[in-house]
């Protein structure tokens, strides 16, 4: 049985969820009539590693195999969502490879709030969102993603 990181279940609909905001993404889901499913596929991709090079030719572009499994995808839409409460920077590096290897998928980020990427940053994860040419939103999805 799943359980966060305080050990408390989180189920809503048949569905053990990660996070409280998980939760209130999948009702705002299902009050809006969107399909969803959780966690239910993984894309492969490769997560650069920094300062390396290939012992065999020489190239600095290694990484390692990693596999990213998003939260929330909508079948009827053909839309993922990712949710986030903290968006740190192995998360931000993680998004960015995913797009990268997988540039067909709608990856769309929805945040608990619109932070500072880091202390004292002047950057807001929808700033680094719109720099990467993503679509975000905040507290939900934007209803307009599904006109």
Not at 6 to 20: I, P
Not at 107 to 132: H, I, P, T
Not at 135 to 144: D, I, R
């Amino acid at each position: 049985m799943s359980r966060n990181r305080y050990g408390k279940k989180l189920e809503y609909g048949g569905t053990t969820f990660r996070s409280k905001f998980e939760v209130t993404i999948a009702k705002w889901l299902m009050e809006h009539k969107i399909k969803y499913k959780y966690e239910s596929v993984s894309y492969p991709f490769v997560q650069p590693k920094l300062h390396h090079v290939c012992s065999d030719c020489g190239s600095n572009a290694v990484g390692h195999e990693r596999s990213y499994t998003p939260d929330f995808y909508l079948p009827e839409y053909d839309i993922t969502l990712e949710v986030k409460g903290l968006f740190t920077t192995d998360n931000r590096k993680v998004i960015k490879a995913v797009r990268n290897d997988h540039p067909d998928l709608d990856l769309r980020m929805v945040f608990l709030s619109d932070n500072f990427v880091y202390r004292g940053a002047k950057m807001r994860y929808s700033g680094w969102c719109e720099q990467q040419e993503m679509l975000w939103s905040v507290g939900a999805p934007k209803v307009e993603w599904f006109k």
